[in-house]
């Protein structure tokens, strides 16, 4: 069997930024070369970033990106690296320099893939399957390519397929096994969710088996507005062993010798790229329709040189230790791709905003977090005193300001009372912080959970008020969990525990009124997250969660904050998404939405989200 | 030929509000009945409302659509409706109470449309082209049918269409021809944009021709958070005639008689619905897969009670008439369906908030609309003029709160300059708006048109605060011709112009520094409107503006802005959509985004949001 030395560069490209992500396939392709690679695949749509979303329509962007491609292909034999094969994704549309007719039959924009070879475009690949579901719009952007193309390499067949061709049986793999191919290289960009990972393993080995071919997956890295990519870049035999693995959340190069079946030189016939009959025969579905082209590409490569490179298998994280590295990559990717220097926060002293606080040290380090404690008349001295603790221990720069005389003036000057005095404040905190951001250029963060995003329990232009949220798509409960993780790993690495024990174990409270605590408004987190999984995550219905064993009155209750709080998501913060379904474009709900989970109840012919202004969650939907 | 009195019910459902929209078609049924008519349609979704968004993926709201279409069968019947067939859109899936596998051939959420008859629900059908483009996502949600129903009613044979069935050539219009049917009723959930009027009567006049037969085209009425559907309802024969069309923007019942082609007897076999053999053996794409189900409702009918009933062709409005009364139902209806009983918002003496005060005003009448004087140390007499004179005009709840204590002591203890203390009178405003609406329950309305938007002229958390934004969609330059024709417009009916005519002609100015203007930091509007039209609405890109004659350094410029005020268009408050493309779901674009309209120049690798700090838009970027 000839043997073939694969790179899968599982690295960070950035939407938009053309030059730059050609210079990281440069800088990589060489890396793989001078590691004796014969083959190196870089992620899904790296040349333009991913994803792109309305630039697709930008004519001008397309017809960049397709000159950054021929640019690209051209540069690489200037850099030596002509020989070297090297598959890289792209955003195409109609026109040169798609190979032809036959290998791209759609109009309009494609996700595709091209194989850059001696200066040309040697093959291209679309994918055939668009996933519109989640967070993606791919329905929205892309024409499906319906050929699967197979690219002899040194004399092994390899198909080449995209993202979400893996996801779905039939399809590109099971054309991949009629037409006989010895790898299918599956190019990615997969974002994070928990224990995707757990998911993927199982995946490849599927589709590994369906192809009867080894696979290869590789998958970006980095953070892109909500979503972070976490690599996770493997090779996978037919039999379903895994090969070698990349870690997560890190820019990684992956070198191993693959021993793969030599191709039937028969099937060549490379100007006329033939209609795979067999494709037709069998299986039902799109992949019926998915013809084969096939392009000869190099002849028998010479053996790899010595010493056999192996790319061993990366430890696995998992649970919070993976949750927290997706946060932190999230967040640095954000400020560094946005191109800030800093962030500023406020420090309450409890939970949410000490965790972020620690996000944000971890990602850009303590000297470019700021962190603001706003005292009001209401804030206890413990919670200044634990703010203070967390800057001490982090060493991030620590300021404190004082709320209490500007929110008098406004209490002087105007007529408030109750749930508004209780806003005022937390917008007085708002207008600080974005006076500082406009005077010294930090990007705002803004620290509220996902529990108290479901139920409303916030400020607009308050405590709401920021560019970015880490823990947007973290449940309270998880938060809590994240802290101690978090502290827990600084002792294992012998280093100081960064958030007080006391912002863990105290009652969690927003200090706008003496005493108050949010158990006043909401159950405990516990119960409260439990019924947000099932409704949020889980689309669960009233009746279900009440079957569920949740009690009905607090359902009832929690659902309708729930359904009232949609205006004020409509206009948060992005933050890194994490869980099967964040906030934001996963989930798109209407906000003029009378619909209302009650059982077998009728509706209420009045009820509607003005109406509800005695509402007692924080910043209730009067904050409208 | 059979005479048939039809009725379309141009009529208002609520999303969510299965209970309420149920109502409205009994109503409407029986003041179709009392009208004698034969036939009433009702539009798209009707009885969930459109569009529903993610709430098709809750298996709780899907039983309940299904659930109310089946009462509501039952309850015509009680009604003593039994024997009109009414045609009415509801959200289905698997199982009861679809008619068939063959009728309904897919898995998964239905856009579908019922016949309710006799208490039954006599036949249905599923859309068969979904729209995935603009603000619809319909390939996320919907599972295509591909059988045209046929339902004989009185001896004619009418085939049911949804919506965007009607935009596509082939398809259930050509499958219509094939199955000879007389009258092709097709429902809508059909947004308005600017003139789109003009374009659906050619539109239903090709679909007639293609289908060969007479095309009633029933739309719904109102405001669904950002989109407002404009009714528009009309009948057109075979060859191009207008017979009758509703007025836009209010609710109608169209009633008219007419002559239709009796259909073929034989083509009836109501057990066994046919496959349409015609159908595959002409034309190409999708329609050759669709194929035929017929369905036998009633047998000759009456003719229908004398007088002959005339719908009329009500007269078209258009342009700044047609803009208006979009901007005018799409807040009362946000401000109705969310059960607000008020807004609130700031008056300036400028031309934005004066214009949006008197869409307010024709909206919700003067006793429900609040409008707050908000004067700093640099508002000019003028504008407090101004916004008492519109006050005066209107008769609107008038208020002055002065905000310069208040930024007076923040700037006693915060160090502030330049930018930071324009964006802290325009954020002062802010949190006094919102402390009325916590206080008082009033929606706040904000005020910033589609040109600043576009190009980040607003200070975040500040003038942007609000739920809801009439003028979102409206260019600056469109805003002032908007002004003129409602004072005209009152001129002509007697009454006395709302808006001074100083809010109109001054220079514009946010009046956040002493002598500022708008020209300080942009074009003059018109120049800034004409590039950001072709740039956000046409997608053109940056030599593509140069050459359509306008200034290179200006283009490059504007494009910068534009693209680095996406992050505070994120969190913007939703508004009117009455342009071919507004801000929001129409437009998606990444925040984190290096791709720069450049013509041929190179990308600084280093260009990012907050690099950009010293830009000189009001509230810029820095703002994050």
């Not at 697709?56 to 030596?80: E, M, Y």
């Not at 001696?118 to 791919?138: M, Q, S």
């Not at 823990?471 to 809590?480: H, I, S």
């Amino acid at each position: 069997m000839p043997t073939l030395r694969l790179a899968l560069a599982q690295v960070n490209p950035t939407v938009g930024d053309l030059d730059g992500n050609a210079r990281i396939v440069r800088e990589w392709s060489r890396a793989a070369a001078d590691a004796g690679a014969q083959l190196v695949a870089f992620p899904e749509m790296m040349l333009t970033g991913y994803p792109v979303e309305d630039l697709v329509f930008r004519d001008s962007f397309v017809v960049a990106s397709r000159a950054a491609l021929r640019g690209l292909a051209a540069d690489l034999v200037a850099d030596g690296l002509g020989e070297l094969p090297v598959l890289v994704g792209y955003l195409d549309a109609d026109g040169p320099p798609t190979m032809s007719a036959d290998a791209n039959p759609g109009r309009g924009p494609r996700n595709a893939l091209a194989v850059l070879h001696a200066g040309r475009i040697a093959a291209t690949y679309v994918k055939h399957h668009l996933p519109n579901y989640g967070v993606f719009d791919e329905g929205r952007y892309f024409v499906p390519g319906d050929t699967l193309t197979v690219v002899r390499i040194g004399g092994v067949d390899v198909a080449l397929t995209i993202c979400e061709d893996l996801w779905q049986a039939g399809g590109p793999f099971a054309a991949a096994r009629r037409a006989g191919v010895g790898l299918v290289v599956t190019i990615n960009g997969s974002p994070y969710e928990l224990d995707k990972d757990d998911v993927r393993l199982p995946l490849v080995r599927r589709r590994a088996a369906e192809a009867g071919a080894t696979v290869a997956y590789v998958n970006m890295v980095g953070g892109q507005d909500e979503l972070v990519f976490d690599g996770d870049s493997m090779i996978v035999t037919a039999d379903g062993t895994l090969l070698t693995r990349a870690p997560q959340f890190v820019p990684h190069l992956l070198v191993h010798d693959l021993e793969l079946p030599g191709a039937d030189a028969a099937a060549i016939r490379p100007d006329a790229p033939l209609r795979d009959e067999a494709a037709r025969a069998e299986g039902s579905g799109a992949a019926d329709d998915m013809t084969v082209s096939r392009v000869q590409l190099s002849d028998e490569l010479a053996a790899p040189p010595a010493p056999r490179a192996v790319g061993g298998i990366a430890e696995a994280v998992s649970g919070e230790a993976e949750i927290w590295q997706a946060l932190v990559l999230g967040l640095r990717d954000y400020v560094r791709k946005n191109g800030f220097g800093s962030v500023v926060l406020g420090l309450s002293g409890g939970i949410d905003s000490a965790v972020v606080a620690t996000i944000a040290v971890d990602a850009l380090g303590p000297e470019r977090v700021v962190a603001v404690s706003l005292p009001s008349g209401h804030s206890s001295e413990h919670s200044r005193d634990d703010a203070a603790d967390l800057a001490k221990r982090t060493g991030l720069d620590y300021r404190v300001q004082p709320i209490q005389p500007m929110v008098d003036t406004f209490l002087a000057n105007l007529s408030l009372s109750g749930l508004a005095v209780e806003n005022l404040q937390a917008r007085v905190r708002g207008v600080i912080l974005m006076g500082l951001s406009n005077q010294e250029g930090h990007l705002v963060l803004t620290t509220g959970n996902k529990s108290e995003l479901a139920v409303g329990y916030s400020t607009l232009y308050g405590d709401s008020v920021g560019g970015f949220n880490p823990v947007k798509d973290v449940w309270k409960t998880l938060v809590w969990k994240l802290a101690r993780w978090r502290n827990d790993d600084a002792v294992r690495h012998g280093t100081e525990p960064p958030i007080p024990e006391n912002s863990i174990a105290k009652p969690p409270s927003a200090e706008l009124r003496p005493g108050q605590l949010d158990t006043d408004s909401l159950p405990d987190y516990p119960v409260l997250d439990a019924i947000l999984a099932g409704y949020v995550d889980g689309d669960m219905g009233r009746d279900d969660l009440v079957a569920a064993g949740h009690d009905a009155q607090l359902v009832d209750r929690v659902l309708r904050m729930v359904d009232l709080a949609e205006y004020k998501r409509r206009q948060s913060a992005p933050g890194t998404k994490i869980s099967i379904k964040a906030f934001g474009r996963d989930r798109r709900l209407p906000i003029t939405n009378r619909w209302r989970e009650r059982g077998t109840d009728p509706v209420p012919a009045d009820t509607g989200t003005g109406a509800d202004q005695t509402n007692d969650a924080r910043g209730a939907h009067a904050g409208l």
